[in-house]
Nanobody, 128 residues
């Protein structure tokens, strides 16, 4: 059974950096598109970043462009999210997700319904 496990969250001051990781086990998602989402208390889950099957295509929410970088290591079946210049409004639980669609449409990366497997989430807290 497929499983995604996030790590790397924590407490950081505004302007700081964190690197999230998401390791996949079970049914492999190596090579399939992956995404990062986040959810703050009282808010809906929102798209953060997505990456295509061959890492050639990346997609970002406007709120994180220029600050966050999504990447993947297919050999390790691991997804990453490098976050710099963190802001208090980045505080949320961050989730990684995997889809079984090898080539989803660009708009689909931002839709939670595109993804069939989710991690348990990792808390990121940015203090002001």
């Amino acid at each position: 059974q497929a499983q995604l496990v996030e790590s790397g969250g924590g407490l950081v001051q505004a302007g700081g950096s964190l690197r999230l990781s998401c390791a996949a086990s079970g049914r492999p998602f190596s090579g399939y598109p992956r995404g990062w989402f986040r959810q703050a208390p009282g808010n809906q889950r929102e798209f953060v970043a997505g990456i295509g099957s061959r890492s050639g295509s990346t997609y970002y929410a406007d709120s994180v462009k220029g600050r966050f970088t999504i990447s993947r290591d297919n050999a390790k079946n691991t997804l990453y999210l490098q976050m710099i210049s963190l802001k208090p409004e980045d505080t949320a639980v961050y989730y990684c997700a995997a889809t079984n669609l090898y080539s989803p449409a660009t708009y689909a990366y931002a839709a939670p319904s595109t993804y069939v497997c989710w991690g348990q989430g990792t808390q990121v807290t940015v203090s002001s």
